[in-house]
């Protein structure tokens, strides 16, 4: 049988890479793209489009109904930094978009959602190396808050209405393919560009910062893989606990200098500083491997090779 998948917020950073990777792997026409806004030209003309704002029910039951929608990934929300400076719009985006495709499935108008949390669900109070999948959370901002909140719906409309919607908490990403959109972890993605480009870069993190990364590949693999387990292998219906590798700036500093020698780097650390701190060093991931066999693929160095080839290529 056919399915039709919609993505909401398809033009962010994992939106854009997630878009392209189901309509390679389900074919152009079977994978609807939305957003607020246009994406890249890419996106926009290797399949449907459609101008949607993730807060408005009505249209998007229109969508659902109009393309026969069986499955939607819900990637529009607005992230760390950036829902501090606009808390209510924050969590009016991050908590209503979800509400409307857990109403949706509740009523069975479509079968199985993916709703991503994050590392910033975990507080200062959370253990900060290898943090188990179930611990004390205590968010101490906006966006982990909504995500914490985010977390325990999904888990109830599971329980009581017999939702299928997954979740991974996703740790900080890193893509060549698309900006960041105002996380704490996007030195991560700005450092690569400005090693080309001006060959050194003022990071807002302390050097000595250490948290959870993840190549872009890997996170989409994980989102892929646990939208197609066996629901009976899905055992945690609040969000499951990625993770790939561990740093901090002084070491993705090191590593971009064996490809750029003349590479530096300066610290002046920002108010995502307090944020980063809050947050742990190390995940430990152990059920999203024994329930439905999550392993990374990339580490730091193959990471920064594989970043610092393509932005050469598409900054020539």
Known sequence: MEKYILIIGACGQIGTELTMTLRKKYGNDYVI?????????????SGPFEILDATDSNALEEIIAYY??????????????????FPMRAWNLNMNSL????????????????????????????PKEATPQNTIMEPSTVYGISKQS???WCEYYFKKFDVDVRSIRYPGLISWKTMPGGGTTDYAVEIYHKALEEGTYN????KDTVL??????????????????????????SSYNLAAMSFKPEDIAKSIQQHIPDF???????????????WPS???????????????????????????????????
């Open 150 to 152: 985010g977390e325990r």
């Open 99 to 126: 509400f409307n495709v857990l109403n949706l499935a509740k009523e069975k108008k479509v079968d199985k959602i993916f709703w991503p949390s994050s590392i910033a669900v975990f507080g200062p109070n959370t």
């Open 33 to 45: 793209a939305s957003d607020i806004r246009e994406g890249n030209e890419t996106l926009m003309n």
């Open 264 to 278: 530096t780097i300066t610290y002046e650390p920002d108010f995502r500083q307090a944020i980063a701190d809050s």
């Open 203 to 206: 990071c807002f993190l302390k």
């Open 212 to 237: 959870p990364m993840m190549y872009m590949d890997d996170a989409i693999k994980a989102t892929l893989q646990i939208m197609e387990a066996d629901a009976d292998d899905i055992k945690v219906r």
């Open 282 to 316: 190390s995940i430990d991931d152990s059920d999203a491997r024994a329930d439905w066999g999550w392993k990374a693929d990339f580490d730091m160095e193959n990471t920064t090779s594989t970043m610092l080839k393509n932005l050469k290529m598409i900054k020539a």
């Open 68 to 85: 026969k929608i069986s499955e939607i990934y819900l990637m529009a929300a607005m992230l760390s930094a950036t829902a501090e400076k």
